[in-house]
């Protein structure tokens, strides 16, 4: 017997928690959640799916500019790199092109 373990990404655990809140959210939107809402919750709960998106867009903007600030960057690399292109552009040259 060889247990298989179960690999979530990312993606799937995003999916399956959007999956549950949107089920709840459905179930008090139609009254199977048996919960006493008053007018003014039931008027906060029918947009909740486009907040909630907002609130992931706001997330991902937030990350993406965590990780673009703590990049790391490689000296080595951008070196070689740079030296490449001057190997290319001297290359370039030498068969006519101008810059």
């Keep these: 017997y060889t ?14 928690a959007a999956a549950v809140f949107l089920e709840v959210w459905y179930g008090l ?5 048996p919960v006493d ?12 799916p486009l907040y909630a998106i907002m609130c992931l867009g706001c ?15 490689c000296e080595n690399a951008s070196k070689e790199l740079r030296r490449d292109i001057e190997d290319a552009r001297r290359d370039l040259t030498s068969k006519g092109l101008k810059f």
């Design 3 to 16: 247990s298989k373990m179960v690999v979530f990404t990312k993606l799937v655990k995003w999916l399956m």
């Design 59 to 73: 997330y991902a903007l937030a990350t993406i500019g965590y990780r673009l600030m703590t990049f790391n960057d």
């Design 37 to 48: 809402l008053s007018p003014q919750m039931y008027q906060m709960l029918v947009p909740m």
């Design 29 to 33: 939107l139609n009254g199977w959640i």
